[in-house]
């Protein structure tokens, strides 16, 4: 199961991979304590989706963990950077 969905995470366009990091940080950013309230859970989740998407990139993710009080990692738009930063040129 975990091969499929690497597979398709890896065959996305660079289109529909920003669409889905942008869905992502607009819902840590709104409701994302609300729907991951287990600490950390949401940047094990968030590097779980990215690290197939963008490879090694992916895992920056988790410098999410940093901010303990999971007051600020709400603003940074962390996977939308990433995706930005893996842009095909």
Do not use: H
Not at 64 to 82: H, K, N, S
């Amino acid at each position: 199961m975990w091969e499929e969905w690497k597979q398709r995470l890896e065959n996305l366009t660079w289109t529909q991979k920003l669409l889905i990091c942008l869905t992502y940080d607009i819902l840590d950013m709104t409701v994302g304590r609300l729907l991951i309230p287990v600490p950390f859970l949401g940047e094990v989740i968030g590097c779980a989706i990215f690290t197939p998407m963008f490879g090694k990139a992916g895992l920056l993710y988790g410098l999410e963990a940093l901010d303990m009080t999971e007051q600020i990692d709400g603003f940074i738009p962390t996977a939308t950077l990433i995706a930005l930063a893996n842009r095909p040129r």
